[in-house]
């Protein structure tokens, strides 16, 4: 089953730079598919038209069969949750009141969401006692786990992440990558991951698209072809 398909997709932006050459790809659902590749090939540009941040000059981009242009920017973003390399977090909120933002906002109780958010520390490997801390008072690394606690808060089928875990140090970022691959195991998500370490996508992916510069696709293999190669 193809959760997400690229169909001829090219990104001009106004300034000329193509950032995106005619990409095709199919990312089945389920998957935690990694967009590798050098800084400005195409990773990032790619990855945000998926929740309509970016728009297509040209080709379609479809999630479950649905053209994405035709479903609302807002209504998109709400549909999936979105890692950056900076966790986001609202500096004046506690981390369960950063998790809960979303739901909240779709209509879940005040006290709901706040039991959620504590699971779901949880889920990210922390201490449920860090839920009433700003998020000042975190680690960079605890920091950016809360960030994929708020992710995950909406329960997305999709979740993209970009750099999730270039920031952190090198020892934290081999646990956090540990933690995404049990949660992955657990949840079953659709997930799309950027980075520019090779490492990183051979140790987290089930698929591996490898952009090149000119924002072409060069392959689109398993971890275990990409090694073999
Ligand atoms: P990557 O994620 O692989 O680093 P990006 O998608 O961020 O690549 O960028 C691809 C190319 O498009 C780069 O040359 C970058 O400078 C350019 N680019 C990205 N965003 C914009 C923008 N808003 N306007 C103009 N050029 C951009
Ligand atoms: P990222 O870490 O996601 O690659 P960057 O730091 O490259 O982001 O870019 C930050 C913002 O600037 C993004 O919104 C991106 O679209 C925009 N941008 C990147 N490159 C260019 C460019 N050459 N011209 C204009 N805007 C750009």
């Known amino acids: 089953e193809t959760a997400i398909r690229y169909s001829g997709v090219s990104k001009v932006y106004p300034n000329g730079t193509t950032a995106v050459d005619h990409l095709d790809l199919e ?29 297509p000059t040209s080709g379609t981009v479809e999630i479950n069969g649905r053209n994405v242009a035709d479903v609302p920017a807002a209504q998109l973003r709400r549909s999936m949750g979105y ?14 009141d950063n998790i809960a933002t979303v739901p909240r906002l779709n209509g879940v109780s005040k006290s709901k ?11 990210v490997g922390l201490d ?8 000042a008072q975190l680690s960079g ?3 950016q786990r809360v960030g994929v606690a708020r992710a995950l808060a909406a329960d997305p089928p999709i979740l993209l992440m970009d750099e999730p875990f270039s920031a952190v140090d090198p020892v934290v970022r081999q646990d956090l990558q540990r933690e995404l691959l049990d ?5 079953h998500r659709t997930i799309v991951f950027v980075t520019h370490d090779i490492d990183e996508a051979i140790t987290l992916g089930n698929r591996v698209a490898v952009f ?10 398993t971890p275990e072809e990409l090694l073999r190669a």
Not at 83 to 96: C, D, I, K, Y
Not at 113 to 123: D, T
């Open 83 to 96: 890692v950056m390399q900076q966790s986001g977090l609202m500096p004046h909120r506690t981390v369960e």
């Open 183 to 187: 949660l992955q195991k657990r949840l």
């Open 27 to 55: 990312i089945p659902t389920g998957s935690l598919t990694v967009f590798v590749g050098p800084s400005g090939c195409g990773k990032t540009t790619s990855l945000r038209m998926l929740n309509r941040m970016v728009e």
């Open 212 to 221: 090149a510069r000119g924002g072409k696709l060069a392959q689109y293999a």
């Open 141 to 143: 690394g605890q920091q």
């Open 128 to 135: 449920e006692s860090l839920a009433t801390r700003y998020p």
């Open 113 to 123: 969401a706040r039991a959620n958010a504590r699971e779901l520390l949880g889920s």
